[in-house]
């Protein structure tokens, strides 16, 4: 069964530090790894997503993610934060075998908090 | 434009009501989903769909149903709404291969009094 954890409910930091969003995940086969947005009132927005290749994806906004595979981990990071980043973060993780079929498992959300 | 689009955006509507939420998409997508948020917190895969005539039920129990008679639309439909169903829906696309990302509609917020 395949399945993804973001362990922190919340994260607080100041706008201009360095961010990271944590995920790690769990999937029988080889993962397919993604990270969406949520602004207030709105749908979820794709930001990245790690399928195959080099393990450092870059997507949108100037986020970034690493696929480590030893950690079964996809922490999203982003250099210098900004205010306009405050929202809330969700990771997701489709097996990329047959045996995981095509569905989606989303993390339980991050709510980023970046203060000026 | 290719988009993904919902409506209404906002109902508030009484017990006991029938009730359909739209969402359509003009990415030309196979695969369509329904989840059901509560705000601000996780998202549950409640209906999702390969294609026409093909609908499957998520991973959390909805008394809803969904229809796939074009590709483009993926309607869903509460026979009889309760407040149990208040809640956030969110209408996702993708591509049919299984490396896709989601294409998510802006919602529709539900309120049964």
């Known amino acids: 069964a395949q399945s993804v954890a973001q362990p922190e409910d919340q994260v607080n930091v100041a706008e201009g530090n360095p961010l990271t969003v944590k995920c790690t995940y769990s999937v029988s086969g080889n993962p397919y790894l993604f990270w969406y947005v949520q602004y207030p009132n709105r749908g979820l927005q794709f930001l990245l997503k790690?399928?195959?290749?080099?393990?450092l994806v870059k997507g949108s906004y100037g986020f970034e993610s690493e696929f480590n595979k030893s950690q079964t981990s996809f922490h999203l990071k982003k250099p210098s934060a900004l205010v306009s980043d405050s929202a809330l973060y969700f990771c997701a993780v489709r097996d990329s075998g047959n045996t995981g079929g095509f569905k989606t498992i989303f993390g339980a959300g991050t709510r980023l908090f970046v203060k000026a | 434009e290719a988009d993904i689009y919902q409506t209404p955006r906002y109902l508030v509507i009484g017990t006991g009501k029938k009730i359909t939420l739209e969402c359509s998409q003009t990415?030309?997508?196979?695969?369509m989903y329904w989840y059901q948020q509560d705000p601000g917190m996780e998202l549950h895969l409640i209906h999702y769909s390969y294609g026409v005539n093909s609908t499957e039920k998520g991973d959390l129990s909805s008394e809803s149903t969904v229809s796939r008679i074009r590709t483009e639309h993926f309607p869903l439909t509460l026979e009889s709404a309760r407040p149990s169903h208040t809640s956030q829906y969110l209408c996702a696309s993708s591509e049919l291969g299984s490396g896709g990302d989601q294409y998510f509609g802006p919602g529709t917020r539900l309120t049964v009094t």
């Open positions: 990415m030309g997508h196979d695969k």
């Open positions: 790690y399928i195959t290749g080099d393990n």
